[in-house]
């Protein structure tokens, strides 16, 4: 049984990582940057195995050396620390965009990401070992898409930040990696990816319907990867490049639903 920490897991990829761990048996913190979104997390999730509760800012550093510090305190020790917090923008041109938003995102994204990496590191280097992963998204293989700039700016930085440090500690009891999900509908996809253009969304949504997987698709897999890597710098990723190419050939997945599936399930719990 191990203890797993998956930030940014009320809701969403983090939250479908946190249900599958426990379904393993395994103990799982959960987090979000309130306690009104962790704790209707927690009423849920409980019934499926041990679960700690923690709101947690991951921009802001002495709280996530809390969120360890909360983990290590109930269960003994943390196995596996998943940085999975995330924020997008809304859709725009870069010289449209509130600061403020920019300012959070590459806080939560790539701050975030390496104050919870630095807080991991120290506590795994002390207790001889453990699994850092970082999350992947659009931008992390370099490719850009007009409106998109500030989150895949973050995404493509975190892939350095995570190659980096693999490199750093190859030499350590401590597993770097990242995980890479591909496209799956959740409200950070869909809602940070919506032009204002019907033309554009029409068009950004045939192509996730081809490439996009629900959450309950990709996360047992990712959450199974996970557990078994012992590869320092091991990029686990659900869409590979082969995949996505078949998948544009495929006849059947020109006739799938996924973004549309999403959009009357998330109007229906609103």
């Given amino acids: 049984m191990q203890t797993i920490v998956v930030t940014g897991s009320t809701r969403g990829i983090g939250r479908g990582l946190a249900m599958e761990f426990l379904k393993r048996g395994h103990r799982v913190v959960v987090t979000g940057r309130s306690a ?7 009423a849920e999730l409980s019934g499926l195995g041990d679960v700690l509760g923690r709101p947690c800012d991951v921009s802001d550093l002495a ?5 360890w510090d909360a983990a290590v305190a109930k269960f003994g020790r943390v196995d596996v620390w998943i940085n999975n917090a995330a924020l997008a923008p809304d859709f725009g041109l870069f010289a449209d965009l509130d600061g403020a938003q920019i300012a959070a995102t590459v806080g939560a994204n790539l701050t975030g990401t390496m104050y919870g990496t630095q807080v991991a590191l120290k506590g795994m280097l002390a207790q001889g070992g453990g ?13 850009t898409n007009p409106g998109l700039a500030v989150y895949g700016t973050t995404k493509s930085a975190i892939r350095y930040f995570t190659d980096a ?8 009891p401590v597993l770097i990696g990242s995980l890479s999900p591909g496209m799956v509908p959740t409200d950070l996809l ?3 990816s919506r ?5 554009q969304w029409e068009k950004s949504k045939r192509v996730m319907n081809i490439l996009g997987d629900k959450v309950e698709t990709v996360t047992p897999w990712l959450a199974e990867q996970a557990l078994a890597n012992e590869k320092q710098g091991a ?7 082969g995949k996505a190419m078949r998948r544009f050939l495929l006849p059947g997945y020109k006739n799938r639903h996924i973004v549309e599936d999403y959009e009357k399930e998330y109007e229906a719990k609103s």
């Fill in 165 to 172: 440090l693999a490199k750093e500690y190859e030499e350590s």
């Fill in 36 to 42: 009104a979104s962790v704790d209707p997390a927690v």
């Fill in 235 to 241: 990029r686990i990723e659900w869409l590979t490049k």
């Fill in 63 to 67: 709280a996530c050396q809390a969120l």
């Fill in 131 to 143: 699994k850092i992963y970082t999350f992947e998204g659009f931008g992390s293989n370099g490719m």
């Fill in 190 to 192: 869909i809602y940070s």
């Fill in 195 to 199: 032009s204002d253009d019907p033309k």
